[in-house]
């Protein structure tokens, strides 16, 4: 996931997803705003580890192109390294409706996990390094009972954990973001210097989406009391696809 890079729509619809989030931040202490990133990222420490489960949505709407993926990940933030995992939605441009489980290492595109995935299915996904520079990916379906793992070598700098709702890149511009009505993360939790966490103890932080007028396409809500849940809601909201600029609040 790099700044703006291209996307292959093949067999698979590998895209890039953009790592290092444009952000245009915002004046306030807890929150932040990228143009596509919607969750929470933890940035402060050493992480080795993040997991989270979900249940795909289905979009809204039909009618239009777009894309939406929900994954969980380590580094990205403040590098330009991410490994992450987890699952995308598109609807093409005929209004037919695609789900993949997804795995990402930078500065590779986006390429399929070998397990089904469907509308409504809860899955559980991790990313851990179970030692220097080897990382374990396992994904969970948890309506089907299909489980999956991946073991890889990658070079993280191990500087943040995220657990997001994304809007993909095209070649040189954001696509459109999908009405996906409602994505809620449950038993989020990272590694962080070494210790397991919850994503109110990892010290993580809000960070919504919006457009390039500075209008919000997604309302992130606050943590729920287990300190590991939340949800991201799509707005009505349209994303403006054009070369991007940094948003001045």
């Known amino acids: 996931m790099k700044k703006l890079v291209g996307f292959l729509l093949v067999l698979f619809f590998s895209f890039h997803f953009l790592s290092a989030p444009v952000l245009g931040l915002a004046p306030r202490e807890e929150t932040a705003v990228s143009f596509n990133w919607a969750g929470y990222v933890a940035a402060e420490g050493v992480f080795?580890?993040?997991?989270?489960?979900?249940?795909?949505?289905?979009?809204?709407?039909?009618?239009?192109?777009?894309?939406d993926a929900a994954w969980v990940g380590i580094g990205g933030v403040s590098s330009h390294d991410l490994i992450q995992a987890g699952t995308q939605t598109i609807v093409d441009y005929n209004g037919n409706v695609f789900y993949e489980a997804f795995y990402e290492v930078l500065p590779d595109v986006s390429r399929p996990l070998d397990i089904s995935v469907a509308e409504g299915d809860s899955v559980t996904v991790s990313v851990n390094q179970e030692s220097p520079g080897q990382w374990l990916i396992f994904f969970k379906n948890n309506t089907s009972a299909e489980t999956f793992s991946l073991s890889l070598a990658y070079d993280s700098s191990l500087s943040s954990a995220e657990w997001i709702t994304e809007a993909p890149s095209g070649r040189r511009s954001l696509l459109p973001l999908n009405d996906f009505g409602k994505i809620q993360f449950k038993d989020a939790a990272a590694v962080k210097n070494g210790k397991i966490t919850n994503i109110e103890e990892s010290?993580?932080?809000?960070?919504?989406?919006?457009?390039f007028a500075g209008e919000l396409l997604t309302d992130v809500s606050s943590l729920g009391n287990d300190g590991a849940s939340f949800t991201v809601s799509r707005t009505d909201k349209k994303v403006h696809v054009f070369r991007p600029r940094f948003l001045n609040f």
């Open 203 to 211: 010290g993580a932080r809000l960070i919504s989406m919006a457009n």
């Open 48 to 67: 080795t580890g993040v997991s989270a489960s979900w249940v795909i949505a289905a979009p809204q709407s039909s009618d239009t192109f777009g894309v």
